[in-house]
């Protein structure tokens, strides 16, 4: 049974003014692709937490890190410092959650994001997904190993909009368009509120594994954000470590939940598949 939007709640912990923002959709997807790059964003720009999303069918569990507990749903914001010009960087919203939503609260979570997404004036929202595709795993060499890391150029990467402006402003000059195939979860509903609502939402799918963290398909989405959406681009030169970083972090986690009866890990059976 699908829930009803007021099943999800949305609180604020800080209020900050979004106007304009780039939102990023960081719910688990294949690879945890869009995981990883909210947590790199939320991490490099030093992004504070300013909101929490809440439904009676999220997983009854708190993170704990630095002695601190987190919901399992939380809402970042931050902005990149200016640059040497003094030119003030883009505002940027980061959703995040380390577990998979069940599917009955996707539609009602979706909507419910998209309705603060523009009650707050925010510019546009992006969801980075995982496209699958059928390749030997090349998974990143582990840090202070000598092998050769593989080059971003490597992993294509196309995309989706909700609207025909977002498609030739963002989509078409920079990437191939994703034509043919189904995008399901909370990416897919976002592109189809988007389209129904006028409002723009991007997915960018980067070619990935589905069965491990994939840091390489994650940096090339952040890559993208960084050439086509930030005026003031995020440093490139730490990405393709952080994104590892997080990647193993993600893996503990994923290992933990795997662990716990009834709390699915973020690699489990319904992460959304792209073909």
């Not at 402006?165 to 897919?188: D, H, K, Q």
């Not at 990405?239 to 933990?256: D, F, K, S, T, V």
Request: with cysteine; aromatic share 6%; proline share 9%.
């Amino acid at each position: 049974m699908t829930l009803a939007a007021d099943a999800v709640r949305i609180y604020e912990v800080k209020r900050v003014d979004v106007e304009g923002a780039i939102v990023i959709d960081g719910f688990p997807s294949v690879g945890l692709v869009s995981s990883i790059v909210a947590n790199y964003l939320i991490d490099t720009l030093g992004m504070e937490q300013i909101g929490i999303v809440e439904s009676p069918a999220f997983p009854t569990v708190s993170l704990v890190r630095d002695g601190n507990p987190q919901h399992p749903v939380r809402i970042y914001a931050g902005r990149p410092p200016p640059d040497r010009g003094g030119r003030i960087a883009d505002k940027m919203v980061a959703f995040v959650s380390e577990f998979h939503p069940p599917p009955n609260i996707i539609h009602a979570l979706s909507t419910s994001i998209l309705d603060w997404v523009q009650e707050q004036r925010c510019g546009l929202v992006v969801s980075p997904e995982g496209l699958v595709v059928d390749r030997p795993a090349h998974p990143a060499p582990r840090s202070g190993s000598k092998g050769h890391t593989p080059r971003l150029s490597d992993v294509k990467i196309f995309g989706v909009a909700s609207t025909r402006r977002a498609r030739e402003l963002y989509i078409e000059p920079n990437m191939s368009l994703f034509t043919e195939g189904v995008v399901t979860g909370i990416a897919g509903v976002l592109l189809n509120e988007g389209r129904r609502r006028g409002f723009d939402v991007l997915t960018f799918l980067a070619e990935s594994q589905a069965d491990y963290p994939d840091a390489r398909a994650a940096a090339k989405v952040i890559e993208s954000i960084n050439s086509i959406l930030l005026r003031t681009p995020v440093d490139p030169v730490p990405l393709y470590h952080e994104a590892e970083r997080i990647e193993q972090q993600l893996l503990q986690i994923q290992r933990r939940a795997a662990e716990k009866p009834g709390v699915e890990s973020p690699l489990g059976s319904t992460a959304p598949m792209y073909r």
